[in-house]
């Protein structure tokens, strides 16, 4: 139902298959509604043959068999006839329904230029380079003045796409990786606070700024961003940003890779029991971003001298790399990507179970509920 649905909104072609489907059901439909008329041309058709033979009969004075064949005057050749006009009649309908589509289709709203625009999106999206020329001529059919930058915007249904495409005027609708997006100029990549406006109220993903030939990559990674930040639904809806996560998506834009990391530089912690390496990571890590005891004491809102004991376990357990900056940098990586995994379980693990609660209390049974009051839960 969804690929029928956005068929017919424009967003895929109709394939080979499903015209050849639909010129057999126009045939099929024209043969039944004139079965009547080839029944009564073939009765036709019969009697005349039986009134030939009695006549042969009655003159000749004896019966002799007689073999017909499919000849232009006979019967199946009359069959024939009847049949290949009925399939140029359902060709002809065919075409005859094709063009009146077309014609409806732009009476009510199709602009000259969609198929123009939609033709653009697929050339901008895609890895192949397109010449400048192709892309000025499409860009000039589609009535779309090329810019500079472009940002990629991914919104939470499929749906929301074409209201957020009724609201700004210049955004290029069409489809990436099986969702239907939008591309809007970012004349200054500095500036998002109308796109922030207009989003207002619903959760979508936008793309870094980038060049008409990097578009698939601002796609890319706003689809990445979507999929690492659960909706949520009412108030607290808004939109998020790809030049707000660039870290984040750089650390776990493979998250396999990043357990590898996580499990080559930690290994040391294995040992210890969860509370103790939960507590050494988190003491580790604020030292390396703050450079030192007081500063990791203040963010973690312990005393330094706690600080310092933990850092002297960590030490016994490194040794002498966390005097080298590159193990150093390596040790941040490794837990500042295991910590944003954890970050994402938990906002999935929230929103599952708000969304568990909602389904629950509107399907509760009547009949739970009173048990529920009687018993004092």
């Not at 380079?129 to 892309?135: C, F, H, I, N, Y």
């Not at 490194?318 to 390596?330: A, H, I, K, V």
Request: aromatic share 4%; proline share 6%.
């Amino acid at each position: 139902m969804e690929e029928a649905l956005l068929t017919t909104l424009g967003y895929k072609e109709r394939s080979r298959e499903q015209t050849d489907e639909c010129q057999d059901l126009a045939e099929n439909q024209v043969e039944t509604e004139l079965a009547p008329e080839l029944e009564t041309a073939g009765r036709s058709t019969a009697g005349s043959r039986e009134a030939a033979h009695e006549c042969e009969i009655t003159h000749e004075g004896r019966r002799d068999d007689i073999r017909e064949e499919a000849r232009p005057g006979s019967r199946d050749g009359i069959r024939e006839g009847i049949r290949d006009g009925i399939r140029e009649t359902a060709r002809e309908r065919l075409r005859v329904n094709n063009r009146e589509e077309t014609e409806e289709e732009a009476v009510e709203g199709n602009r000259p230029g969609e198929r123009a625009r939609q033709e653009l999106f697929r050339t901008l999206t895609d890895d192949r380079v397109a010449s400048d020329s192709s892309l000025t001529e499409l860009a000039e059919a589609a009535g779309w003045p090329l810019p500079m930058a472009v940002r990629a915007i991914v919104p939470a249904t499929p749906g929301e796409a074409q209201q957020l495409a009724g609201v700004m005027e210049d955004a290029l609708v069409g489809m990436f990786a099986g969702r239907p997006c939008l591309l809007v100029p970012s004349p200054d990549p500095e500036v998002r606070v109308p796109l922030e406006h207009l989003l207002r109220g619903r959760f979508a993903a936008v793309g870094h700024a980038v060049p008409l030939r990097d578009t698939a990559s601002s796609l890319r990674w706003a689809l990445r961003l979507a999929a690492l930040t659960p909706s949520r639904p009412g108030l607290e809806a808004r939109a998020v940003f790809v030049d707000d996560h660039l870290s984040t998506l750089l650390l776990l834009q493979d998250e396999p890779l990043a357990h590898a990391l996580a499990a080559r530089w930690l290994r040391p912690l294995a040992d210890l029991t969860p509370r103790q390496s939960e507590r050494l990571e988190v003491t580790l890590l604020a030292w390396l971003e703050g450079g030192g005891a007081p500063e990791a004491a203040k963010a973690l809102s312990v005393h330094p001298q706690t600080v310092r004991y933990r850092m002297r376990q960590l030490e016994k357990l490194f040794g002498t790399g966390l005097r080298d900056p590159r193990t150093r940098f390596e040790l941040e990586m490794a837990l500042r990507s295991r910590r944003l995994m954890a970050q994402v379980r938990r906002q999935h693990s929230r929103v599952t179970r708000r969304t568990a609660r909602v389904i629950q209390a509107d399907f509760t049974p009547l009949v739970v509920g009173r048990m529920a009051r009687v018993n004092g839960l």
